[in-house]
């Protein structure tokens, strides 16, 4: 039986434990049967053969990528391969790549309180990755993004004021869908540090959202 690949690339800042998260995302991953490949090197992402993969997962805090390279993995996406992060993975990724920005479909630009207590309300009960998964409280850094609007928004949470003020009761999206090409991406703010996908609701998400973006066989 043939094995889908997925193609885990990490990095960047230590604080986000890039290393230990890749390290999840691989044993999610394997444990449902992917073939999976987890290095430190950015240059896989724009591999000849990238677009094998049916999975790539960047756990990676800024960096840089050729552009020749990119141009290689945002063709794969557009092809039909996945694009799947969480928290500074897709959020803050290459930020000086606006072909990447594109497919990821959010930048990162603030977390007001640093790690404070935060609801996630899931707007989307009836969508597979949500499924049984009620509103929860979660203390992490509540991320402030800018995102497309063409994503389809799962989960949000609620900006309350007390540290930005001017941002009192904005709404943001915490989880979200959408597609760049034929590729599907997924996106979770949740997960500043490894052992946050540990708990098992961000586990669940992470879980759902990798398996929906990764392309079928």
């Not at 996630?120 to 402030?144: A, K, L, N």
Request: glycine share 8%; net charge negative; with cysteine.
């Amino acid at each position: 039986m043939t094995r889908r690949k997925a193609l885990v690339v990490y990095g960047g800042m230590a604080l986000h434990t890039p290393k230990e998260g890749a390290e999840t995302v691989r044993d999610i991953l394997e444990a449902h049967d992917f073939a999976v490949d987890v290095t430190d090197d950015y240059d896989a992402l724009g591999a000849d053969d990238v677009g094998t993969n049916a999975l790539v997962v960047p756990v990676i805090t800024d960096g840089e990528l050729s552009k020749e390279k990119m141009a290689k993995l945002i063709g794969a996406v557009q092809a039909g391969t996945g694009l799947a992060g969480y928290h500074m993975g897709l959020a803050t990724s290459f930020r000086a790549s606006v072909p990447f920005r594109y497919a990821a479909s959010c930048y990162w630009v603030s977390h007001p309180g640093d790690i404070i207590t935060y609801r996630v309300d899931v707007t989307r009960p009836d969508h597979p990755i949500m499924d049984g998964i009620g509103s929860f409280e979660h203390t992490s850094e509540q991320y402030y993004l800018n995102y497309d609007p063409a994503v389809e928004v799962l989960a949000t949470t609620t900006f309350s004021g007390a540290f930005h003020p001017w941002r009192k009761n904005v709404v943001m999206p915490v989880v979200f869908t959408t597609t760049h090409g034929k590729g599907r991406v997924f996106y979770s703010s949740l997960g500043h540090t490894a052992a946050e996908l540990e708990i098992p609701d961000v586990r669940a998400i992470l879980t759902r959202g990798l398996l929906w973006a990764a392309r079928a066989l």
